[in-house]
Nanobody, 115 residues
Framework: QVQLMESGGGLVQPGGSLRLSCAAAGISFGEYLMAWYRQAPGKQREFVAA???????NYLDRVKGRFTISRDNAKNTVYLQMNVLSPDDTAVYYC?????????WGQGTQVTVSS
């Protein structure tokens, strides 16, 4: 069964950190571009970060230097380390796996940054 399962969301104070995980099942993980997106209330879903199979990474400008995406192909898992979080980072974070026409999404995990 093809599945992406996010975890690691929660409530954190401004300036704090969280690490999101996305475990993939049913796909040849190493062949997929893995990415994180987020959607804040009343806003469109936006790209956050991507980890390409060859090792390159891309980031939304606003998260560069604060967020780090990494992937462990042996564990079929992609991570998003988020540091120096601000209330503007509050959103539901979604894991995405893409390979050619195949475009898979997880169910999302809520991240709330608030004091």
């Amino acid at each position: 069964q093809v599945q992406l399962m996010e975890s690691g969301g929660g409530l954190v104070q401004p300036g704090g950190s969280l690490r999101l995980s996305c475990a993939a099942a049913g796909i040849s993980f190493g062949e997929y571009l893995m990415a994180w997106y987020r959607q804040a209330p009343g806003k469109q879903r936006e790209f956050v970060a991507a980890a390409i199979p060859g090792g390159s990474t891309n980031y939304l400008d606003r998260v560069k230097g604060r967020f780090t995406i990494s992937r462990d192909n042996a564990k079929n898992t992609v991570y998003l380390q988020m540091n120096v979080l601000s209330p503007d980072d509050t959103a539901v974070y979604y894991c995405n796996a893409r390979r050619g026409p195949i475009d898979l999404w997880g169910q999302g995990t809520q991240v709330t940054v608030s004091s």
